[in-house]
T-cell receptor, first 116, second 109 residues
Framework: GAVVSQHPSRVICKSGTSVKIECRSLDFQATTMFWYRQFPKQSLMLMATSNEGSKATYEQGVEKDKFLINHASLTLSTLTVTSAHPEDSSFYIC????????????FGDGTRLSIL | GQNIDQPTEMTATEGAIVQINCTYQTSGFNGLFWYQQHAGEAPTFLSYNVLDGLEEKGRFSSFLSRSKGYSYLLLKELQMKDSASYLCAVNDGNYQLIWGAGTKLIIKP
């Protein structure tokens, strides 16, 4: 079946560091990918929609300059958390929709980000 | 506004059957999804309904009524490994998913 690979799975770093997370669709092309954030015991929250060849679409309240998204190819999207602070610590998950109707969405394994 | 409602938590016994309900109100509709999420892991796709009726996939079945804005996920022959959160999500027609808060299912021996 369709697979989405997300890397790294876990990051622990100091405050002020920038962290890049990669999301790859391994056996299908994804013109759109989604980035979610999930805090403990809460539901997924969509942060932004990554569009191949164009600018990402950010949800209300998500800072574009802090969460940089690049969708460089039909199989790769990256999320960079710039100058990360402890409040950015969360579980970040990407997904890519598959198929003619762009569904279902397949999820990466997630990245657990801990900022000290 | 857009809204997905599902129970916060349910408890069931190993070997039994459990039904998790989901009601939705969205601006558009292009399918309803159920995902399973174990603690600390990403969601995994379980089922997809776009037409009314029942979709069966092994021990799991999902039902949709578009006129009622209602779906349920039915889990049979429950196993301990089924303890997880079950997320209902609706495609609002713009390729984005509107997510419910999830139902935490606790399976007891």
């Amino acid at each position: 079946g369709a697979v989405v690979s997300q890397h790294p799975s876990r990051v622990i770093c100091k405050s002020g560091t920038s962290v890049k997370i990669e999301c790859r669709s391994l056996d299908f092309q994804a013109t759109t990918m989604f980035w979610y954030r999930q805090f403990p015991k809460q539901s997924l929250m969509l942060m932004a929609t990554s569009n191949e060849g164009s600018k990402a679409t950010y949800e209300q309240g998500v800072e574009k300059d802090k969460f940089l998204i690049n969708h460089a190819s039909l199989t790769l999207s990256t999320l960079t958390v710039t100058s990360a602070h402890p409040e950015d610590s969360s579980f970040y998950i990407c997904s890519a929709p598959e198929g003619r109707d762009h569904q279902p969405q397949h999820f990466g394994d997630g990245t657990r980000l801990s900022i000290l | 506004g857009q809204n997905i409602d599902q129970p916060t938590e349910m408890t069931a016994t190993e070997g039994a059957i459990v039904q998790i309900n989901c009601t939705y109100q969205t601006s558009g509709f292009n399918g309803l999804f159920w995902y399973q999420q174990h603690a600390g892991e990403a969601p995994t796709f379980l089922s997809y309904n776009v037409l009314d009726g029942l979709e069966e996939k092994g021990r799991f079945s999902s039902f949709l009524s578009r006129s009622k804005g209602y779906s349920y996920l039915l889990l049979k022959e429950l196993q301990m490994k089924d303890s997880a959160s079950y997320l209902c999500a609706v495609n609002d027609g713009n390729y984005q998913l509107i997510w419910g808060a999830g139902t935490k299912l606790i399976i007891k021996p």
